[in-house]
């Protein structure tokens, strides 16, 4: 069986991890982060697994992985986004 490999990342307001594994073919998202070690080395707990991608796209857990994708492990949200753009919309018209 051949292996693949892959770099897991999660990235915070002051640096950035990143770490790359070799997984068998067939390996998911799930394999990669627990064999990367990440979830340790940047203080998460499984439930980070809820908010993952590859590529910048988001993707469930079980999805599986091919050579030299980048898994992504996303934070949560501090500010709803459409919510933040009507706040500035409406400062930039009080102007």
Known sequence: MQSIRVEVVHALPTRQIALSV?????????????????LEAAGLTPA??????IWNRVVTADSVLTDGDRVELYRPLLADPKDARRKRARSAGSR
């Open 22 to 38: 070799a997984l068998p073919e067939g390996a998911t998202v799930r394999d990669a982060v627990m064999a990367s070690g990440i």
């Open 48 to 53: 980070a697994l809820d908010a993952v991608g």
